[in-house]
């Protein structure tokens, strides 16, 4: 059963305490009653306010212990309205919008928490695209070659997968990879793509042998300059990717670092698969979910480099 606000008058009304949001995140994450994350056991005490003490192992569990509100210091009713805030913006907001409607008072906190968020956007176990999918790689951010500052800071190679969907676009998964190597963008493929699907790529080398790996490759040879071929024979992988590079420049000014990109992957991607749904209270419901399910993140871990799984 999916109970969630309808709208920002139903969400003030209904999480006005901590309480009525420390209960619904109890519904979220233990649908069926507590469940000890130690040892699995399902009874527990209620010692007192959102701590439970299992009656088998002893441990001291709070509902938002090991989620991405692990040890937060900020109430959960100013969580649950960021939660909102980016979820009903169709193009989502910037840190420093965040800071603003919820009169936080640090840019840091605004910042962490959207990159917290961001890697609720990813459902743990997430199906791959199946069908037929158009394949391709393009640069995103960036500096232009010749600017002063941080010009060390290259272009980001990303590979798209979009599914064809009739003369529409079905759902979309996005990676950075290294290069456009074999090994990169047969990795990619196989993280993305159920085997049998039919996959649609150019010529470049790099996609061959596809076919000894489980996919019906459909290959379009370049013509002319090989990525204006892309314009009309993979109308939406090169759609989608112009769409990325636009909402980078928009709502995040293209103020991106590398080591991020993943993760503003992550966020388009959750917006994008869900374009089409109506109720904006069913997207706070499920990055709510997802956030119930998935470990804490430090500020620190956030601003660590990342590396790339791709080899
Ligand atoms: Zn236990």
């Not at 212990?65 to 910037?94: D, E």
């Not at 190597?181 to 196989?190: P, Q, S, V, W, Y």
């Amino acid at each position: 059963m999916e109970d969630y606000p309808r709208t920002l008058a139903e969400l003030e009304q209904r999480f006005s305490t901590e309480e009525a949001c420390r209960e619904y995140l109890f519904s979220l994450r233990w649908p069926s009653g507590f469940v000890c994350p130690g040892c699995n056991n399902r009874e527990a005490w209620e010692m007192s306010v959102d701590r439970w003490l299992c009656t088998h192992c002893r441990r001291q569990v709070s509902v938002t212990a090991g989620t991405v509100f692990h040890r937060t210091r900020l109430p959960l009713t100013t969580w649950f309205r960021a939660i909102w805030h980016v979820t009903s913006q169709k193009n989502g907001v910037s840190a420093i919008g965040m800071q603003r409607v919820l009169g936080l008072g640090s840019y840091r906190t605004a910042w962490t928490w959207l990159h917290k968020l961001r890697r609720a956007m990813v459902r743990p176990g997430r199906d791959r695209l199946y069908g037929e999918v158009e394949v391709d790689e393009t640069f995103v951010g960036g500096e232009e070659p010749g600017r002063e500052g941080r010009g060390a800071e290259k272009k980001a190679l990303v590979a798209i997968a979009a599914e064809k969907r009739g003369r529409a676009t079905g759902r979309i998964r996005m990676a950075r990879i290294p290069s456009a190597t074999k090994r990169a963008l047969h990795g990619f493929i196989r993280d993305v793509i159920e085997p049998g699907s039919v996959v649609h790529t150019d010529g470049w080398a790099s996609y061959g042998g596809l076919d000894a790996i489980g996919y019906s490759h459909y290959v379009t040879p370049f013509k002319g300059k090989p990525k204006d071929a892309a314009v009309v024979t993979m109308p939406r992988v090169h759609r989608t990717a112009s769409l990325l590079k636009r909402w980078m420049m928009g709502t995040h000014q293209g103020a991106v670092r590398n080591d991020h990109l993943d993760y503003y992957l992550d966020e388009f991607t959750f917006r994008f698969n869900r374009r089409t749904s109506r109720s904006r209270g069913k997207l706070f419901y499920r990055l709510l979910q997802q956030a119930m399910q998935i470990g804490p993140t430090t500020y620190h871990q956030i601003i660590k480099p990342q590396h790339l799984g791709l080899g």
